[in-house]
């Protein structure tokens, strides 16, 4: 019913930078809160940020200052850049969704994921 596609991850250098971005797609009537999430071997998945459809963000204190997500409802995107990476952000970044159908029905979706691996 809705698929999100995740890009942009990769390989990057301690204090260098990438972008992710996430599109949804399907039976989407609105689209609630968007997020990120991240999974780092033999780490429980863990909320990186989200943000709610009137902009409200919301940031683990590991990446405060650090990382910006942002969204674009028309698109029924979102976006996450990170700045000045650390080895410990190497992890698989999930995109989630909490998505409304045309049904009414309320539905939290997740991406298959994409790596993002810091070093040097």
């Known amino acids: 019913q809705v698929q999100l596609v995740e890009s942009g991850g990769g390989l990057v250098q301690p204090g260098g930078s990438l972008r992710l971005s996430c599109a949804a797609s399907?039976?989407?009537?609105?689209?609630?809160?968007m997020g990120w999430y991240r999974q780092a071997p033999g780490n429980q998945r863990e909320l990186v940020a989200n943000?709610?459809?009137?902009?409200?963000?919301n940031y683990a204190d590991s990446v405060k200052g650090r990382l910006t997500i942002s969204r674009d409802n028309a698109k029924n995107t979102v976006n996450l850049q990170m700045n000045t990476l650390k080895p410990e952000d190497t992890a698989v970044y999930y995109c989630?969704?909490?998505?409304?159908?045309?049904?009414?029905?309320?539905?939290?979706?997740w991406g298959h994921g994409t790596q993002v691996t810091v070093s040097s």
């Open positions: 399907g039976s989407i009537f609105s689209i609630n809160a």
């Open positions: 943000i709610t459809n009137s902009g409200t963000t």
């Open positions: 989630n969704a909490d998505v409304t159908l045309f049904t009414s029905t309320r539905k939290n979706y």
